[in-house]
């Protein structure tokens, strides 16, 4: 079914990300519905070589659940998908005698993503092989504007520091009632417990008493017929 642009702004961002991932073509490739050279693959991640390479070798490193950019991804996600890509930096400075990787993400459009869906590209460099696009120029810095700068950018770091700071917390208060209630079971069954043992003891020792009295006037009544 083909939407126009209103039926586009009306759906819900999981109705839009559904289906981005039906027509994104590297989520098709993490399903093995497309064909790709694959160099790595676990439940995670899959690691293919690029058809347009940079030099050969060039991999590209990407989640099998679709997202967009490094944002959208779930930090265990981010640390593990960078412990891939070291693995597999080590094995293409082996395989294709690398002398170094470049390691990089086209985070966005502004940075040059061209695709929609979040990767790391590892690229095996040599000497003089020629690629100039890791040349970053380089201009005089104002001092009034890197205090400005370095202020804006701490703010909004520590901002976001503190609401994930708040969220773990309120994760660890809304389980510690459940914790708490688990103690009060635990300690009121243990109460019940020891009051039933208790009533069981006792009700053990009237019965006993009363059993005692009955067999001694059971002895008083023989002796007394034997007299």
Same mark, same amino acid.
């Given at each position: ?18 289906? +981005? ?31 347009? &390479? ?17 944002? +959208? ?17 080590n094995a293409l400075l082996r395989a294709v005698g690398a002398t170094g990787t470049n390691i990089f993400i086209a985070n966005g459009v502004g940075a040059g993503q061209r695709a929609p ?19 970053? &120029? +380089? ?89």
């Amino acid at each position: 079914m083909e939407l126009n642009s209103e039926d586009l702004e009306n759906l819900s961002p999981e109705e839009m990300a559904e289906i +981005q991932k039906k027509n994104c073509i590297f989520c098709q490739i993490a399903k093995g519905a497309v064909n790709a050279k694959k160099i790595y693959e676990d439940d995670k991640v899959i690691g293919i070589l690029d058809i347009n &390479p940079a030099n050969p070798g060039h991999t590209l490193l990407l989640p099998k659940e679709h997202y967009m950019i490094l944002p +959208q991804m779930p930090d265990e996600l981010v640390n593990y998908i960078f412990v891939i890509a070291k693995g597999i930096s080590n094995a293409l400075l082996r395989a294709v005698g690398a002398t170094g990787t470049n390691i990089f993400i086209a985070n966005g459009v502004g940075a040059g993503q061209r695709a929609p869906h979040f990767m790391v590209h590892i690229i095996p460099r040599i000497d003089n092989d020629g690629i100039k696009c890791f040349e970053i &120029p +380089q201009s005089k810095a104002n001092i009034e504007e890197l205090e400005k700068l370095s202020y804006v950018v701490s703010e909004i770091i520590r901002t976001e520091m503190e609401k994930k700071k708040k969220k773990d917390i309120k994760l660890i208060v809304k389980e510690e009632p459940e914790i708490l209630q688990s103690k009060e079971r635990i300690e009121s069954n243990k109460s019940k417990r020891m009051g039933k043992e208790k009533e069981n003891q006792t009700n053990n020792e009237i019965d006993g008493k009363k059993k005692k009295s009955r067999n001694l006037d059971k002895i008083t009544d023989l002796l007394l017929r034997k007299k």
